[in-house]
């Protein structure tokens, strides 16, 4: 905590306010909660390492928008800022996106229209060339598919199909979550989640890709091989992959997480290498600057910038971390 509040007279020095009141707003957090609880939110697992390429959080405010903003996405272009609002069982959960103004301001324009549905509908991702993806438990009940793509112009996508169905490759209760599509939307990184039949919560959760063959995906036979740095037995999800396909962002959790509720001390967002696509990522590096409720990166398309979502209190916002 020391060192973050050390940061801060810098900041207004070189009139970067934004910052300032971000890093203010997170000390501020860690004093409510405590130094022992700020000091766990950043405790390193042990034999993982830390990478602090990133700089301090900044809030992002999305103009018009007063709502829980989770799982942002950024479009490869920078121009849009897509999202979901609560992800509860209680909540009809939908996707939303903005227009930037600035890489801390975005002017919200409401619902993505034609992929709202009275399920959960949430978690966006989209290639370069609109293909938009999302996650959708619309038709779960009869066909275990949960991953829905289609065509975005101008704030709407149309064309909206089930990808899911030749995905379906284990026998039990699983089903796929945050997809992220790569830049030529060749192909799909996703997490395979297995459900507890008891209680439907997961049991594990593996970052996995697949490959685009036709018009179809299909999981890719080195997707294990690729990933065995990746997962583990604790929890991983939610990938982003960099415009080159060198560095892999995702989030890992030590423990489950019911309601939306957490230590926070257990969410870690993580950043892993490989020197070119194709190669097994290295071991990830632990990003020492994020800490708290995060999950959900988002890494814009020059690679300079993170964009996820940390609880602040009762609500959840979208915070902004920059290579220093």
Excluded at 85 to 93: C, E, G, Q, S, V
Excluded at 150 to 172: A, C, M, Q, R, Y
Excluded at 196 to 207: A, R, S
Excluded at 240 to 251: A, K, M, V, W
Aim: glycine residues 8%; negative net charge.
């Amino acid at each position: 905590m020391l060192k973050l509040m050390s940061q801060v007279k810098p900041a207004m020095d070189n009139k970067d306010f934004n910052k300032a009141e971000s890093m203010l707003d997170e000390v501020l957090e860690m004093l409510k909660q405590g130094d022992g609880a700020a000091t766990a939110s950043r405790t390193v697992p042990a034999g993982e390492s830390v990478t602090e390429e990133f700089g301090a959080p900044e809030k992002v405010n999305i103009v018009d928008y007063s709502e829980d903003a989770m799982e942002p996405f950024i479009s490869r272009d920078g121009k849009y800022l897509f999202f979901n609002n609560l992800n509860d069982p209680h909540i009809n959960t939908n996707l939303y996106y903005a227009e930037r103004i600035d890489a801390l301001n975005f002017k919200f324009k409401g619902e993505v229209k034609g992929v709202n549905s009275k399920a959960l509908d949430a978690v966006p991702t989209m290639d370069e060339h609109n293909n938009f993806c999302f996650v959708s438990t619309r038709e779960f009940s009869s066909t275990k598919i949960t991953l829905f793509c289609g065509s975005f112009d101008n704030g709407e996508v149309s064309n909206v199909h089930p990808i899911g169905d030749t995905l379906k490759e284990k026998e039990g209760l699983w089903l796929n979550m945050g997809p992220e599509l790569s830049p030529d939307g060749n192909t799909l990184y996703y997490t395979e989640s297995n459900l507890d039949p008891k209680t439907g919560i997961p049991k594990v959760l593996d970052i996995v890709f697949a490959v685009r063959k036709n018009s179809a995906f299909y999981r890719a036979d080195s997707s294990d091989e690729i990933m065995k740095n990746i997962n583990t037995d604790e929890l991983e999800y939610a990938p982003s992959i960099s415009n080159d396909g060198r560095e892999l962002f995702f989030t890992r959790a030590g423990q489950l997480i019911v309601g939306n509720q957490s230590a926070g001390s257990d969410l870690r967002i993580y950043m892993a290498k490989r020197n070119n696509p194709g190669e097994p990522f290295g071991k990830p590096g632990l990003i020492g600057s994020i800490a708290g409720f995060v999950e959900g990166p988002t890494v814009t398309g020059d690679g300079k910038s993170l964009y996820y979502h940390k609880k602040e209190g009762s609500r959840f916002h979208i915070f902004r971390v920059t290579r220093k």
